[in-house]
């Protein structure tokens, strides 16, 4: 009678394979791909722009491992003699999860991180401000969208040098594959126009029109059947049919500043998880109907994000709060924040990146990076119970030794009008302003502002030295080169 425990293992194997594949096949994988359970052996990790730094998280102790250092804060990458890589922004990964690409849009880079040991083995140079990087899903090929030019740039998968450019119209933001490997997606972030690409021939096959130029990122869903992309400028997340003819399948309105997509495939079903930085919110979306069945509150201009290995979870990054989101994605609450570098853009999770060993060899702490003020701005004339809550405006100054990097995540203004960020010398922005940065709203009436200074030294309450003018943050319209009366002000 032995044969019945026999069948009986066979059969309790079987059925624990087919619940394992209920719910398989994650981004950027196939949907029979198996799913790995969150484990130590996983990796998150976030490219950082301002510290110049990956930070690397376990996410089962939901633990900053360390960061690896790309190169240094501003102003020591002045000098023309400088080595190291530059506003450090995109990162795609190996099939065998051994390597991390990460581009650095300052330094036209790509450097290839082993994820066991976190060195640097290798760094590519190429045109002029490239944006993202992603394996294809052989291997064989790393493609890297310049977008400071007109082509992608394709790299051996294995030497990681040039073997190849296609060229597409002017400023190519992103690229994701086919599960299959058949396809790839290339969105535009100056041109309304996505490129679908023979992965085979490198010849272009289709076209989709995109409803604005300003693609930042784009995500393919495991079955194979769609593409979801992003439009940053007019707060829109667009979806088209991944075969051919590539049609156009619904328009979104998402938000202001609205950043990354990503896909989740859990028991629920599959979803499409969309960052609003204008908003500090993720949106989710079913992908049978397109109903949006969640809004997450996240923090400061979620930017990056990324599913695990099981779609148990999404990671996202806070770009102005120097943090990483994890967020269960059955219930679609945060469940973990775990503090990183400076204004963490890409974002990915790698399933099994460290086979054994604690993969923090190559790391160095927080320090300086994790340094950051947070301030808010609110609509002019509000008076002081105004507080965060009411705020269309985040601030955050990312800490650089002497000087701090400003950046802005400004909403509810006029769309498509020049204004001014600049300091008053009152609270309610009445009198001189000194204009810090000048900047055009997008078609939302949003726009990232950045510039740099000893700004903290004059604003941050508490913290001027002995003898400094106070001076506050405001928000102006800009008229023949003058600034206007002010429509947002520093929070008290």
Request: glycine share 10%; with cysteine; aromatic share 6%.
């Given at each position: 009678?032995?044969?019945?425990?026999?069948?009986?293992?066979?059969?309790?194997?079987?059925?624990?394979?087919?619940?394992?594949?209920?719910?398989?096949?994650?981004?950027?994988?196939?949907?029979?791909?198996?799913?790995?359970?969150?484990?130590?052996?996983?990796?998150?990790?976030?490219?950082?722009?301002?510290?110049?730094?990956?930070?690397?998280?376990?996410?089962?102790?939901?633990?900053?491992?360390?960061?690896?250092?790309?190169?240094?804060?501003?102003?020591?990458?002045?000098?023309?003699?400088?080595?190291?890589?530059?506003?450090?922004?995109?990162?795609?990964?190996?099939?065998?999860?051994?390597?991390?690409?990460?581009?650095?849009?300052?330094?036209?880079?790509?450097?290839?991180?082993?994820?066991?040991?976190?060195?640097?083995?290798?760094?590519?140079?190429?045109?002029?401000?490239?944006?993202?990087?992603?394996?294809?899903?052989?291997?064989?090929?790393?493609?890297?969208?310049?977008?400071?030019?007109?082509?992608?740039?394709?790299?051996?998968?294995?030497?990681?040098?040039?073997?190849?450019?296609?060229?597409?119209?002017?400023?190519?933001?992103?690229?994701?594959?086919?599960?299959?490997?058949?396809?790839?997606?290339?969105?535009?972030?100056?041109?309304?126009?996505?490129?679908?690409?023979?992965?085979?021939?490198?010849?272009?096959?289709?076209?989709?029109?995109?409803?604005?130029?300003?693609?930042?990122?784009?995500?393919?869903?495991?079955?194979?059947?769609?593409?979801?992309?992003?439009?940053?400028?007019?707060?829109?997340?667009?979806?088209?049919?991944?075969?051919?003819?590539?049609?156009?399948?619904?328009?979104?309105?998402?938000?202001?500043?609205?950043?990354?997509?990503?896909?989740?495939?859990?028991?629920?079903?599959?979803?499409?998880?969309?960052?609003?930085?204008?908003?500090?919110?993720?949106?989710?979306?079913?992908?049978?109907?397109?109903?949006?069945?969640?809004?997450?509150?996240?923090?400061?201009?979620?930017?990056?994000?990324?599913?695990?290995?099981?779609?148990?979870?999404?990671?996202?990054?806070l770009e102005n709060a120097d943090a990483m989101a994890a967020v269960d994605t059955l219930t679609n609450t945060v469940i973990a924040t775990v503090p990183i570098g400076q204004a963490p853009q890409a974002v990915t999770y790698v399933p099994n990146a460290v086979p054994?060993?604690?993969?923090?060899?190559?790391?160095?702490?927080?320090?300086?990076?994790?340094?950051?003020?947070?301030?808010?701005?609110?609509?002019?004339?509000?008076?002081?119970?105004?507080?965060?809550?009411?705020?269309?405006?985040?601030?955050?100054?990312?800490?650089?030794?002497?000087?701090?990097?400003?950046?802005?995540?400004?909403?509810?203004?006029?769309?498509?009008?020049?204004?001014?960020?600049?300091?008053?010398?009152?609270?309610?922005?009445?009198?001189?302003?000194?204009?810090?940065?000048?900047?055009?709203?997008?078609?939302?009436?949003?726009?990232?502002?950045?510039?740099?200074?000893?700004?903290?030294?004059?604003?941050?309450?508490?913290?001027?030295?002995?003898?400094?003018?106070?001076?506050?943050?405001?928000?102006?319209?800009?008229?023949?080169?003058?600034?206007?009366?002010?429509?947002?002000?520093?929070?008290?």
């Amino acid at each position: 009678m032995k044969p019945i425990p026999i069948l009986a293992a066979a059969l309790a194997a079987i059925a624990m394979a087919a619940a394992q594949f209920a719910s398989a096949g994650q981004a950027p994988g196939a949907l029979s791909d198996a799913d790995v359970p969150v484990s130590h052996h996983d990796r998150v990790y976030a490219a950082e722009q301002f510290s110049n730094t990956v930070s690397v998280i376990d996410p089962a102790a939901s633990k900053l491992v360390g960061l690896i250092r790309l190169g240094d804060p501003t102003p020591a990458n002045f000098s023309p003699l400088y080595h190291g890589q530059l506003l450090v922004h995109g990162m795609g990964y190996s099939p065998d999860h051994r390597t991390i690409a990460v581009v650095s849009i300052g330094s036209n880079s790509v450097s290839f991180i082993d994820t066991q040991t976190n060195a640097v083995k290798h760094v590519t140079y190429v045109g002029r401000s490239p944006h993202e990087a992603f394996f294809t899903p052989d291997g064989k090929e790393v493609w890297v969208t310049v977008r400071g030019e007109n082509y992608v740039s394709v790299l051996d998968g294995t030497t990681f040098e040039e073997k190849a450019r296609i060229i597409v119209p002017a400023g190519p933001g992103m690229q994701i594959f086919s599960p299959d490997g058949k396809y790839g997606y290339v969105c535009s972030s100056f041109n309304p126009e996505t490129e679908v690409i023979s992965v085979a021939d490198h010849k272009i096959v289709g076209k989709v029109e995109q409803a604005s130029p300003f693609c930042p990122d784009l995500a393919a869903t495991p079955d194979g059947k769609q593409v979801w992309f992003t439009l940053k400028d007019v707060g829109k997340t667009q979806v088209f049919d991944a075969r051919p003819p590539f049609a156009l399948l619904k328009t979104l309105d998402t938000g202001p500043i609205t950043n990354h997509v990503n896909i989740v495939h859990n028991a629920n079903g599959m979803f499409a998880y969309v960052t609003v930085g204008g908003l500090n919110l993720v949106k989710v979306f079913r992908t049978d109907d397109f109903s949006q069945v969640a809004t997450i509150p996240v923090g400061s201009l979620p930017h990056g994000i990324w599913p695990s290995g099981d779609g148990s979870r999404v990671y996202v990054g806070l770009e102005n709060a120097d943090a990483m989101a994890a967020v269960d994605t059955l219930t679609n609450t945060v469940i973990a924040t775990v503090p990183i570098g400076q204004a963490p853009q890409a974002v990915t999770y790698v399933p099994n990146a460290v086979p054994e060993g604690d993969g923090a060899q190559n790391t160095v702490p927080l320090g300086l990076a994790g340094q950051t003020d947070h301030l808010t701005m609110v609509p002019a004339g509000m008076g002081k119970s105004a507080g965060s809550a009411a705020a269309p405006t985040n601030v955050a100054l990312f800490e650089q030794g002497l000087v701090q990097v400003l950046q802005a995540a400004v909403t509810g203004l006029q769309p498509k009008q020049p204004y001014v960020l600049g300091l008053s010398d009152h609270p309610d922005g009445s009198g001189n302003i000194d204009v810090l940065a000048s900047f055009m709203t997008n078609p939302a009436g949003s726009a990232i502002v950045n510039t740099i200074g000893q700004i903290r030294q004059v604003v941050a309450p508490g913290v001027s030295a002995a003898g400094d003018r106070r001076r506050y943050l405001v928000i102006a319209p800009q008229t023949s080169g003058k600034a206007g009366a002010p429509v947002q002000v520093q929070a008290p």
